[in-house]
């Protein structure tokens, strides 16, 4: 396992307009790593991506916590885990396939999970029905700046 270097834990409620206030103070933390602007608008995406899923799909019509927790390990690995305790996903792997929402309303692409693959190095999820979801995002940056 690679060496911890910092880490940052926030809470925020479930309501629409924090989730552009999750995916800049979560970008602003990995910002000590000096990104490549590519890297920083890949980070926002993701997290935007992951933080909408809570609100929309975990919580629905109610306002839960949103549990964020941002790491950084030597050799610029960085780890974000987005979690919340909402009615979780009955089918995760259905849930992964491109275009697959379960919004019926038609305002959903279905393609939140598909854009968190491709900018980031690694998706993972975990969820449980009634219990919530957990999805962990990784990704080595390309910065030859190291904290201390």
């Known amino acids: 396992m690679k060496n911890l270097l910092n880490e940052v834990k926030l809470i925020i409620p479930s309501r629409s307009s924090n989730e552009s206030f999750a995916r800049t103070a979560i970008t602003c933390f990995f910002a000590q790593l000096d990104p490549t602007l590519e890297e920083v608008a890949d ?18 019509n109610e306002i839960g916590n949103i549990y964020i927790h941002g790491k950084i390990f030597e050799n610029n690995e960085i780890y974000i885990k987005i979690k919340d305790k ?10 992964l396939e491109p275009l697959f929402t379960t919004c019926t309303t038609g305002e959903r692409a279905g393609l939140g ?3 968190m693959q491709s900018f980031m190095d690694r998706l993972k999820v975990f969820s449980s029905l ?18 201390d």
């Open 43 to 60: 980070i926002k995406t993701a997290v935007s991506e992951a933080v909408t899923n809570c609100i929309v799909h975990g919580y629905k």
């Open 86 to 95: 909402g009615c979780g996903i009955s089918n995760i792997d259905q849930a």
């Open 113 to 115: 999970f598909a854009v």
């Open 130 to 147: 009634d219990n919530g979801t957990t999805v962990i995002l990784s990704k080595k940056l390309s910065s030859k700046k190291h904290i």
